[in-house]
């Protein structure tokens, strides 16, 4: 059980809100930088359900306005694959000590940033085939199943197996509500979305939401280039902190 108080959820809307918002105007991942955030208030299966609550409203509110878009035939083999394996990744939060899952987290954040900063120079040619999709729908399903975090990976796969931009992003969308639905469930199965943690979850979609709306609008009038230096570096310092308050 979590205990209730107003300070506690300003904090989590404001990271979900800073989160929400920075995922529309830059393109960068909501639950990178919520799990980034969020483990400094709560613990961090907590936190992978809060997350993985308000990943899903933000799906559907995508998914709907992309669903021309989205390739079926595309998103099939990756997203069976990573339901499939979301189970691994959920048992791994369950059962290993927070401790650990921290570390893990931290060692994960560090890799996404040096990922991000190398793919901006340099582009990932992964070719569509059902080897590659099984193999990047597996790895995505652990790290959601541990911290809901999927799109770094599912992004790779469809940027190279998408016709276009928006084919791209409705797949991306498509992909989120279906894994995130899952993982919301099994999050409610497990406990870790109970009547405590529904408030932060509920105030955290709705601000997810509007910022996503505000993100939008300032998306064409933001410098992403400058935006995205100070969250690849922004990320890696939020991981050596979490280390930090582990080790010492």
């Known amino acids: 059980?979590?205990?209730?108080?107003?300070?506690?959820?300003?904090?989590?809307i404001c990271v979900n809100f800073l989160s929400a918002f920075l995922q529309a105007s830059s393109g960068f991942g909501y639950a990178v930088l919520g799990m980034a955030l969020m483990p400094f208030f709560l613990p961090l299966k907590i936190c992978s359900a809060i997350s993985a609550?308000?990943?899903?409203?933000?799906?559907?509110?995508?998914?709907?306005?992309?669903?021309k878009s989205i390739n079926f035939r595309v998103i099939a083999v990756p997203v069976t694959c990573c339901l499939l394996s979301i189970n691994l990744g959920m048992y791994i939060l369950l059962h290993t000590p927070e401790k650990t899952?921290?570390?893990?987290?931290?060692?994960?954040?560090?890799l996404l940033a040096v990922f991000f900063v190398f793919?901006?120079?340099?582009?990932?040619?992964?070719?569509n085939t059902v080897r590659n999709g099984i193999l990047f729908g597996l790895v995505?399903?652990?790290?959601?199943?541990?911290?809901?975090?999927?799109?770094?990976?599912?992004?790779?796969y469809y940027f190279n197996t998408s016709k276009d931009n928006l084919s791209f992003k409705g797949n991306l969308e498509l992909s989120f509500l279906l894994t995130t639905s899952y993982t919301t469930a099994l999050h409610v199965f497990y406990g870790n979305l109970n009547a405590?943690?529904?408030?932060?979850?509920?105030?955290?979609?709705?601000v997810a939401v509007a910022a996503g709306f505000i993100g939008l609008r300032l998306y064409k009038k933001?410098?992403?280039?400058?935006?995205?230096?100070?969250?690849?570096?922004?990320?890696?310092?939020v991981a050596l902190i979490l280390i930090k308050d582990i080790l010492f």
């Open 1 to 12: 059980m979590i205990e209730f108080s107003p300070l506690l959820l300003m904090q989590i």
């Open 53 to 67: 609550f308000t990943a899903m409203v933000i799906a559907v509110q995508m998914t709907a306005l992309l669903r």
């Open 101 to 110: 899952m921290r570390l893990i987290l931290a060692s994960l954040i560090i």
């Open 119 to 127: 793919t901006q120079k340099r582009q990932i040619i992964v070719q």
């Open 140 to 156: 995505a399903g652990i790290a959601t199943g541990m911290f809901n975090i999927i799109g770094p990976f599912l992004s790779v």
């Open 196 to 206: 405590s943690v529904l408030p932060f979850a509920f105030c955290s979609a709705a």
């Open 222 to 237: 933001i410098n992403n280039k400058i935006l995205k230096r100070i969250i690849y570096v922004f990320l890696p310092l």
